[in-house]
């Protein structure tokens, strides 16, 4: 029997949102203000959707059950399988000490402060947060520049501005993945418009971050070498996300915005050498609590070539699977081989969804693909295994580290699906579609508000992929009812998202450990906060022009 969602309950849009809104709420006041683990209050969040689903908005259970056990299924593959393989790969060369020579590598370049934050906190973090993601960028580049001598305020604070633009592409593309799947819209259609959103900020933020350290002056003593930093990450960034899909982004601008950069300082130098490390016009009383052995140069560490070479080899491995993973036909050929369609039978086309959400009646499919062999997770796992092999790891070694990931990142991987769990049962109860009902009330402004509120997502969850699951929706939604293109208002909850990660509580207390600055992420937040809430308004403001300004429209699919 076929269930047509409810979307007024009450008779009253406003009230009818307000408690459509409640399991959003308890998820985020669990996480922004009572400080509770992320799984638990991800759980109070499905919760209380059940009990909101089933007995105000008439959901019949068994048909929630089924939509929790959906997004559930899709939150172990194909994301949750990223997720735990990247880690994998990262626990591997930390464990051979290849890590650890990639880090002098980096540091051995350049004594000028400035640069050094380009290089390692903007474009060497962007590697990790393509690579890995989930706080993974902000602990290496942290856990660095507190080793090149950085007080932690600096190094947590930079840390984290520097890791804004590339988040959007994080973990190989997962939350611009998650985004198409809890939306409905195509992949590469949001793909692309992110890409024609984000690159704007992937030039304008390595300014932001040197003028945030050194001050004005100080940026542009170095303008040069910022332009071609920022001009070599933003380029690669928007023809990858055009031209090829959300998975290789960041990882292949960021190494584009390495290798241009190192190889733009072997003939241009700053005619003066930034050496100092605390914050410029601010007063930093964190400086003086750098212990002496943290603050040894690193540079003076010069590992022979053939060492750099290997430490990189696991990284160029997972760029050519995922790469090769990545190619449409190869991942048909990869399905003709083994692929798995589990519809949901209690679920599939037994849900409606009815004007004024949707222009005509329209049955909601819902069909589980177990693509074992061509999920992007797969890839990673195979990448991983050569790449360990490489090592010089025996295959029970593999397994040991294989099982130590598994424990390392077990809760990560419950929060995981139950976020998505929540995030598809919002989608299948029609809960976000009451509250885009009640967003389509800000009208004109809401290109600026819609932005917005993928930044308070993101402040309050931690991810960029949670915000897009929980208000991806929703963004569609009110696009629709406003006559705006939805593909556009659903990639600018990830864009606007970005620049709310430096704020979150988990990123924070990241870099606070990274940083050994234990106690003092007020500290960090205070200091963060304007950077975040400003950039935040001017991806608003570009999200609004191509809403209704040409040529910006233009760059709308």
């Known amino acids: 029997m076929v269930w047509q969602q409810l979307y007024d309950p009450f008779n009253n849009i406003w009230l009818s949102s307000a408690v459509a809104a409640i399991p959003v709420v308890v998820m985020l006041v669990g996480l922004g203000f009572l400080h509770m683990k992320a799984h638990v209050a991800a759980a109070l969040g499905l919760g209380s959707a059940l009990l909101i689903a089933i007995f105000v908005f008439g959901m019949p259970a068994a048909m929630a059950g ?3 056990l959906y997004g559930a299924m899709f939150g172990l593959l194909p994301i949750g399988w990223i997720v735990l393989n990247i880690i994998f790969l990262h626990q591997l060369t930390t464990e051979n000490g290849s890590f650890k020579v990639l880090q002098q590598s980096l540091t051995g370049i350049t004594d000028d402060r400035r640069l050094q ?36 305020l600096a190094a947590s604070g930079l840390a984290l501005i520097a890791n804004t633009a590339p988040v959007a592409y ?69 023809l990858v996300s055009n031209f090829h899909g959300p998975w290789l982004v960041d990882v292949v601008a960021a190494i584009i915005s390495m290798v241009t950069l190192i190889l733009f300082l072997k003939v241009w130098k700053p005619k003066e050498v930034w050496t100092s490390t605390a914050l410029q016009g601010r007063k930093d009383d964190s400086a003086s609590q750098v212990a002496q052995e943290a603050a040894a140069p690193a540079s003076n560490v010069r590992p022979d070539r053939r060492a750099v070479i290997a430490a990189w080899v696991p990284w160029i491995v997972l760029t050519v699977f995922v790469f090769i993973w990545g190619i449409p036909d190869f991942k048909k050929w990869l399905d003709t081989l083994s692929v798995f369609k589990i519809p949901f039978t209690g679920l599939h086309n037994l849900i409606e969804k009815v004007p004024p959400v949707v222009a005509a009646p329209h049955k909601e499919a819902a069909v589980y693909t177990f693509n074992w062999l061509s999920a992007t997770g797969s890839g990673i796992f195979i990448a991983a295994i ?86 991806g929706g929703l963004q569609k939604v009110t696009a629709e009812q406003l006559g705006l293109n939805p593909i556009l208002m659903a990639s600018a909850n990830s864009s606007g ?15 606070s450990t990274a940083t050994r600055w234990f106690g003092h992420e007020g500290d960090i937040l205070r200091y963060v906060f304007f950077h975040s809430i400003a950039l935040a308004v001017l991806v608003g403001l570009l999200v609004t022009l191509q809403a209704y300004v040409p040529p910006f429209t233009l760059l709308v699919p």
């Open 66 to 68: 089924n939509a929790t």
């Open 117 to 152: 934050l380009l290089l390692i906190a903007f474009s060497f973090g962007a590697f990790f947060e393509g690579a890995a993601g989930f706080g993974t960028p902000v602990a290496v580049t942290g856990a660095i520049l507190i080793g090149l001598g950085f007080s932690p």
């Open 170 to 238: 994080g973990a190989l593309g997962t939350p611009v993945i998650a985004l198409a799947a809890v939306t409905g819209l195509d992949l590469g259609q949001l793909s692309a418009m992110i890409g024609r959103q984000l690159p704007f900020f992937s030039l304008l933020v390595p300014f932001w971050l040197i003028w945030a350290f050194a001050g004005f002056r100080g940026m542009i003593q170095i303008w040069p070498a910022i332009l071609v930093t920022g001009v070599s990450f933003a380029i690669p960034q928007y």
């Open 386 to 471: 050569v790449s360990g092999l490489m090592m010089k790891f025996s295959l029970g070694q593999l397994f040991g580290v294989y099982w130590r990931t598994i424990k390392l990142v077990k809760m990560s991987l419950l929060t995981i699906v139950i976020m998505l769990g929540l995030g598809y049962l919002t989608r299948y109860s029609g809960l976000d579609a009451t509250l885009g009902l009640a967003f389509a009330n800000t009208g004109a402004l809401y290109p600026l508000f819609g932005t917005l509120l993928g930044w308070l997502g993101v402040a309050l969850t931690g991810s960029d992929t949670a915000a897009n699951v929980l208000f």
């Open 497 to 511: 998202g970005v620049m709310g990660k430096m704020i979150d509580a988990q990123s924070i207390v990241v870099a």
